[in-house]
Each structure stands twice: as structure tokens, then as C-alpha cells.
């Protein structure tokens, strides 16, 4: 049987840019994307942290080291700039392997620079 099982989460990303006139999305820092080993087009679960909402959106690499975190479309009315996010992907896996598995955790400070990781 295949489990949903949590593969990545960036905590506590800060909201920098919201453009409610791009087609949708958000826009991540390469470098932080890399760390948590989301790719391009990925699908990924947004917590707001300051208003409670949840969304599913897709992920568009930012500048490397920028420290972006753009909402974008209709996400960009689930946030404002300064707001903290925590960015989720999650991975399919039988459950012999879910059992061993350790979800990578990225911990940014209030500029998105990476501070720590697990």
C-alpha cells in the first residue's frame, strides 16, 4: 500500500512579494528549494502561519540567494508581505520504506536565509 508521507518542509518562510496578477504559484529561493529538494513545477502544501489558511500550489525556482518568497495569483490573497509560511512537499512510498524514511526540514531566519537543516 502506497502512504502520502511528508518529504520536505521549509519552516517559517517570510512572505517578501505577493503579485496577484501572475498566473499562480510561488516563487521560492533556488537555494532553498535545493536544500529541501523541491524541484521546478513541484506540488506543495502553504501553511500561513499569521491567518491559519492552507493552499496547494505549484513552485517557481526564485533568484539563487534572493531570499524570495513570492505568492503569486490567486495565492498571493492568502498572504501579505512579512506574513510566515511553512512550504510542504510530500512523497508516495510503500510502507516498508515510509516506516525509514526522514523528511528533510529547512529552517530559514527572517530574511530566508538557511539557518539550519535536519
Do not use: F, W
Amino acid at each position: 500500500m502506497l502512504r502520502t508521507i511528508l518529504k520536505s518542509k521549509i519552516q517559517k518562510a517570510v512572505v517578501t512579494e505577493c503579485n496577484l496578477e501572475y498566473s499562480g504559484s510561488i516563487t521560492v529561493d533556488s537555494d532553498i528549494l535545493d536544500a529541501a529538494d523541491i524541484i521546478s513545477n513541484e506540488k506543495v502544501q502553504v501553511v500561513n502561519l499569521d491567518n491559519g489558511k492552507r493552499i496547494e500550489t505549484y513552485v517557481i525556482p526564485g533568484v539563487k540567494d534572493s531570499g524570495v518568497i513570492g505568492m503569486n495569483g490567486g495565492a498571493a490573497r492568502c498572504a501579505m508581505p512579512g506574513d510566515r509560511l511553512l512550504i510542504m512537499s510530500y512523497v508516495q512510498m510503500e510502507t516498508k520504506d515510509a516506516l525509514g524514511h526522514t523528511p528533510k526540514i529547512i529552517y530559514l531566519s527572517n530574511s530566508n536565509k538557511i539557518i539550519d537543516k535536519k
